[in-house]
């Protein structure tokens, strides 16, 4: 390809389509890279109820309109994973098919499910452990599940879970859920939700390659729970890109921008899940984008 944009967009989540569509609408050459499908952790998410103008919406099917929305505007999508970024004053970006040349970039990157750690978990990956519900949960139906979690993936999935499980537990290491009152109140009432509060995973038992059970430990009392899946919600960690300045990352492997969501390395913007902040909605990354798009067509209005 070797082509030159004016900007590339890396990540075809809501951040990053929503960027795009701007910056397209502005008149740009854009592209967007993504080295999976486009939509992002939109695709794993079951129900969506908290997004204005959509009372309830399947994750999946809001993924598939926005990309529809984006190749309508005829914008290109690449989907191959970029491999290194140089931040020159024009960019380069090295991805595992093509050299692209960018003035500016846009690191809409997300983050990824965070693992618990536990011995047999990548090894049963796929034979009884997910992160995905949307995905994977139908392969459970009329079996017993658990959900690792608290906040409101992991309460949100679970419900998603109990319509198709005969039995969905719980497991969460505080007395307490993070999750919204709503979806608590929703998971209270499901009759075939456990709940085993105050407790953790020690280990997982498999047989024949496939999970059986998981360990657990409550309150100081070791418990073994028969479990055909597990599905772990523990949180999230940021994606992070080969470029040639990592200082524009913090410790924790987020982003640093400032109010018109530049990093530190001039033309090299981010939004989204990928920058520190305080809130990760769908909303909150949808404006970013939105402040994404206009600082950079106000930074070449500068320069014509």
Same mark, same amino acid.
């Given at each position: 390809m070797n082509?030159?944009?004016?900007?590339?967009?890396?990540?075809?989540?809501?951040?990053?389509?929503?960027?795009?569509?701007?910056?397209?609408? &502005?008149?740009?050459?854009?592209?967007?890279i993504d080295?999976?499908?486009?939509?992002?952790?939109?695709?794993?998410?079951?129900?969506?109820?908290?997004?204005?103008?959509?009372?309830?919406?399947?994750?999946?099917?809001?993924?598939?309109?926005?990309? %529809?929305?984006?190749?309508?505007l005829?914008?290109?999508?690449?989907?191959?994973?970029v491999e290194?970024? %140089?931040?020159?004053?024009?960019?380069?970006?090295e991805?595992?098919?093509?050299?692209?040349?960018?003035?500016?970039?846009?690191?809409?990157?997300?983050r990824?499910?965070? @693992?618990?750690?536990?011995?047999?978990?990548?090894?049963?990956?796929?034979?009884?452990? =997910?992160?995905? +519900?949307?995905?994977?949960?139908?392969?459970?139906?009329?079996?017993?599940?658990?959900?690792?979690?608290?906040?409101?993936?992991?309460?949100?999935?679970?419900?998603y879970?109990?319509?198709?499980?005969? %039995?969905?537990?719980?497991?969460?290491?505080?007395?307490?859920?993070r999750?919204? @009152?709503?979806?608590?109140?929703?998971?209270e009432?499901?009759?075939?939700?456990?709940?085993?509060?105050?407790?953790?995973?020690?280990?997982?038992?498999?047989?024949?390659?496939?999970?059986? =059970?998981?360990?657990?430990?409550?309150k100081?009392?070791?418990?073994?729970i028969?479990?055909?899946?597990?599905?772990?919600?523990?949180? /999230?960690?940021p994606?992070?890109?080969?470029?040639?300045? =990592?200082?524009?990352?913090?410790?924790?492997?987020?982003?640093?921008v400032?109010?018109? /969501?530049?990093?530190?390395?001039?033309?090299?913007y981010?939004?989204?899940?990928?920058?520190?902040?305080?809130? &990760?909605?769908?909303?909150?990354?949808?404006?970013?984008?939105?402040?994404? +798009?206009? =600082?950079i067509?106000? +930074?070449?209005?500068?320069?014509?």
């Amino acid at each position: 390809m070797n082509q030159k944009y004016d900007v590339v967009v890396i990540g075809a989540g809501i951040a990053g389509i929503t960027t795009a569509i701007y910056l397209k609408r &502005y008149g740009y050459h854009v592209l967007v890279i993504d080295k999976n499908y486009p939509g992002g952790q939109l695709n794993k998410i079951g129900f969506i109820e908290n997004y204005p103008g959509f009372e309830q919406i399947k994750g999946p099917d809001f993924a598939f309109h926005l990309y %529809e929305q984006a190749k309508r505007l005829e914008i290109p999508f690449l989907f191959s994973s970029v491999e290194k970024i %140089e931040t020159k004053a024009v960019k380069v970006i090295e991805t595992s098919s093509d050299i692209l040349y960018a003035d500016c970039i846009v690191l809409a990157t997300g983050r990824n499910p965070r @693992k618990l750690g536990l011995e047999l978990e990548e090894e049963l990956l796929g034979r009884g452990i =997910s992160y995905c +519900a949307t995905c994977d949960g139908p392969f459970f139906k009329d079996k017993i599940v658990s959900v690792v979690g608290g906040g409101n993936s992991a309460i949100g999935e679970a419900l998603y879970l109990s319509s198709l499980a005969k %039995e969905v537990h719980i497991i969460h290491r505080r007395d307490f859920f993070r999750a919204s @009152k709503h979806l608590i109140q929703k998971i209270e009432k499901a009759p075939n939700i456990y709940i085993h509060y105050e407790s953790s995973i020690t280990s997982l038992e498999q047989t024949n390659g496939v999970l059986t =059970s998981i360990k657990i430990e409550q309150k100081g009392i070791n418990k073994v729970i028969s479990t055909d899946g597990l599905f772990i919600y523990i949180g /999230m960690d940021p994606v992070f890109i080969n470029i040639d300045d =990592s200082s524009i990352y913090d410790a924790d492997g987020f982003l640093f921008v400032d109010e018109n /969501m530049e990093t530190k390395r001039k033309g090299v913007y981010a939004c989204g899940d990928a920058i520190k902040k305080e809130v &990760y909605q769908l909303t909150t990354a949808v404006g970013e984008a939105t402040t994404v +798009a206009f =600082s950079i067509h106000q +930074a070449k209005q500068k320069n014509v």
